[in-house]
Each structure stands twice: as structure tokens, then as C-alpha cells.
């Protein structure tokens, strides 16, 4: 078995994941993001859902809970690549939890 070594950096931070946000491309750690997952829907499309056990299967995205990230995620289209899905991508669910989020 191969044993690799951890790098100075992850040794630092005493292994707290970080993760970029798809909206304003900045890194945080794991636990300040949502992970966001898309299921498909009866429709053919699929929709955003959040993850916030981090414990649903497929690819995950990472976003603040800031609706300006969920915006310049949905105007980029970041969502579709880092899922890697194509087709609609509904995110009302998504925008409900964000705007719950800022109003408390």
C-alpha cells in the first residue's frame, strides 16, 4: 500500500475541507457553504436541491448562502457545469432557502 503525505497546507488546517463557491468563485470552508445537488424531476428536468447533511449521491456544487452568489451562479450558468447535467435546471427551491437564509 501507498502512503501518501499530506501537504504543509492541509496538515495547517487541521484537515477543515474548503470549497469554491460556483457563484463568486471565492474559496470557504465546507461547513460556511451549502452543497447543492440536482435531482431529476417528473418533468425531464432536474431540479436543485440543497444538501445540507452533505450525504445525497451525484456531484455536488458548493454556494454561500448569499442570494448574489445564487445569482451570478444562475447568470453564468455555473450550476449545469459543475453538476454536469444539461438541460433545465429549476432552482426555486434553492431561491426559497437563500431568501429564508438572509431574512433571519
Do not use: Y
Request: glycine residues 10%; proline residues 4%; charged residues 35%.
Amino acid at each position: 500500500m501507498v502512503q501518501r503525505e499530506l501537504s504543509v497546507s492541509t496538515r495547517v488546517r487541521g484537515e477543515i475541507p474548503e470549497r469554491t463557491c460556483v457563484g463568486c468563485r471565492q474559496k470557504g470552508l465546507a461547513t460556511d457553504l451549502l452543497r447543492v445537488v440536482a435531482r431529476e424531476a417528473e418533468s425531464g428536468g432536474f431540479v436543485l436541491t440543497s444538501d445540507p447533511r452533505r450525504r445525497l449521491p451525484g456531484r455536488g456544487a458548493w454556494l454561500h448562502r448569499d442570494p448574489k452568489c445564487l445569482s451570478e451562479a444562475g447568470r453564468r450558468r455555473a450550476f449545469g457545469r459543475a453538476l454536469r447535467v444539461s438541460g433545465s435546471l429549476d432552482s426555486s427551491e434553492l431561491d426559497r432557502l437563500v431568501e429564508a437564509t438572509e431574512l433571519s
